[in-house]
């Protein structure tokens, strides 16, 4: 059994940065892939950014090379670095861990970008 505890959103202006952390309560050494998603008022859970299993990134469109995802598996935690924020990034972010079969989310954190 995995926990997930998001933390770093918060309100920010637009071309703001933000770092979201995910800690894990076991270990994410043996995991398939981290990711982050988000969900936005009234639309659907996205994907934004996952590790897939070594160090293979992938990003939404939205967000490449504005966004930075990282893992470190000494301190089972996952980051998202996220740079020049935009109004339309304003959302719950969730963290998720992929192990074997399992699939982990965290209570997500919410980040909010003011214009």
């Known amino acids: 059994q995995v926990q997930l505890v998001e933390s770093g959103g918060g309100l920010v202006q637009a071309g703001g940065s933000l770092r979201l952390s995910c800690a894990a309560s076991?270990?994410?050494?043996?995991?398939?892939?981290m990711g982050w998603y988000r969900q936005a008022p009234g639309k659907q859970r996205e994907l934004v950014a996952v590790i897939i299993s070594g160090n293979l990134k992938r990003y939404a469109d939205s967000v490449k090379g504005r966004f930075t995802i990282s893992r470190d598996n000494a301190k089972n935690t996952v980051y998202l670095q996220m740079n020049s924020l935009k109004p339309e990034d304003t959302g719950v972010y969730y963290c998720n861990v992929a192990a074997g079969s399992y699939s982990y989310w965290g209570q997500g954190t919410q980040v909010t970008v003011s214009s």
């Open positions: 076991g270990s994410i050494f043996s995991a398939n892939a």
